[in-house]
């Protein structure tokens, strides 16, 4: 569980701001390596122009991408919220791909973020809350009839809203703890077969080959398993912001 | 578990550098260069577009060129076919004035010539007459002694040729 422990680095453990402690930790630090990462992505993505290079090419795809998501799910008023949900993919997606970064074999490790609910809250919470923003103040109280789908008898008008509204406040948990979960386990994997590999090797030379070598094999499989869970996860944080974001704009 | 066991000492920096980041992800990159990149792929899209319909119109206007062209070749391929119909009909019909005109010379010529010859033919019997008459009129007084008048020798002649 090493790989998840949040260390102050660069003795900044004493920063706070009004009693509450903002050290600079490991998990910061990738945060923003991931932020300076998509920067550089995009900025070297905006030559702007008439015929694209490739990494132009490779920029105007994700934006491209966000859009098509957008327009798909929300209709002609999604283009509003492109740069919003497409942030959030590009944050999830460069932060599950660099916590995936094989550094141990320089003898650092990497941190993956996205593997802490405190972290994954705070961007389910946002979307959350723009999901709200965007109801209320589109629809006002009428907002709420979100909650009565199309065709429901009118004797289960006692039952149904509540489902739709436990289901709707449910909404910030499972967006965050999915993301959390998928990322801790895919990680905590790796880490349970990489020490199958060194525990059997250490038992001796007969135990290594049996079950050492194929968790190795596993490992490898699992590492390409991973990088494709990194994408769908943050493909999967975006479709479904961009899903909540169509109830708020559309009302059903 | 560290993301439960620390989460009473880590959860404000967890917090305050996730919305930094995230933050900065959102407010430089998100709104200050995606809706760059977006308006130059728009603009892209809209010069194709516009290339496309250009290219589009220009097709179209060599089309209608070449419908006009050929209308006028078709046009001046009749006309000259016309005027050489014409003037084929103008060159037979002067033919046939000539021949026309040339047949009836040369049958004049020759009704001349005929009548010509009719006549030379005429005097020539007539003088053949004459001659067999006077011919006659000899061998009769030479033979019976006989004086037979010029007339009733013509006579003869004429009743034996």
């Not at chain 1, 260390?7 to 050290?23: L, R, S, V």
């Not at chain 2, 578990?1 to 920096?13: D, E, G, K, N, V």
Request: hydrophobic content about 55%.
């Amino acid at each position: 569980m090493h790989q998840f422990t949040i260390e102050p680095m660069f003795g900044t453990d004493h920063w706070a701001i009004g009693g509450y402690n903002i050290a600079f930790t490991n998990s910061a630090m990738w945060m923003v390596l991931a932020a300076v990462v998509i920067w550089a992505f995009v900025a070297l993505g905006m030559k702007r122009q008439l015929v694209p290079g490739r990494w132009q090419m490779a920029v105007e795809t994700m934006t491209g991408f966000i859009d098509n998501l957008l327009s798909a799910n929300v209709g002609p008023e999604g283009k509003k919220f492109v740069p919003y949900v497409f942030s959030l993919f590009m944050f999830i997606l460069c932060a599950n791909l660099l916590g995936l970064l094989p550094l141990g074999v320089i003898g650092s490790h990497a941190f993956t973020f996205t593997s802490h609910f405190t972290a994954t809250g705070v961007l389910a919470i946002l979307s959350f809350s723009i999901v709200l923003i965007v109801g209320f103040a589109r629809h006002g109280f009428h907002f709420f009839s979100l909650f009565v789908p199309h065709g429901t008898p009118g004797w289960l008008l006692w039952l149904i809203p509540v489902i739709e509204l436990v289901s709707f406040l449910v909404r910030p948990f499972s967006l965050g703890l999915r993301l959390f979960v998928a990322m801790m386990a895919g990680h905590i994997l790796l880490e349970v077969l990489s020490s199958f590999v060194i525990n059997s090797a250490n038992a001796g030379p007969g135990w290594g080959l049996m079950i050492g070598v194929p968790s190795f094999l596993l490992m490898i499989g699992i590492s390409a398993l991973e990088l494709l869970v990194a994408v769908i996860q943050a493909y999967v944080f975006a479709l479904l912001t961009s899903l909540y974001i169509n109830d708020a704009v559309n009302l059903h | 578990m560290p993301q439960i066991a620390q989460l009473a000492a880590t959860y404000s920096s967890q917090i305050f550098w996730m919305l930094l980041t995230f933050g900065f992800v959102f407010f430089v990159i998100g709104l200050g260069m995606v809706p760059k990149v977006q308006s130059t792929v728009d603009a892209r899209d809209k010069k194709i577009a516009d290339d496309l319909d250009a290219a589009k119109a220009s097709s179209a206007a060599a089309d209608a060129l070449e419908a006009d062209w050929r209308a006028k070749e078709n046009a001046a391929r009749s006309d000259a076919q016309a005027r050489l119909a014409a003037a084929k009909a103008d060159a037979a019909k002067d033919r046939e004035a000539r021949l026309a005109a040339a047949d009836a010379a040369i049958g004049e010529k020759l009704a001349a010539a005929e009548a010509q010859i009719e006549a030379g033919r005429g005097k020539a019997l007539g003088e053949i007459e004459a001659v067999a008459a006077e011919a006659a009129t000899d061998i009769v007084r030479r033979l019976a002694g006989a004086e037979v008048s010029s007339d009733a020798a013509l006579q003869a002649v004429k009743a034996v040729i």
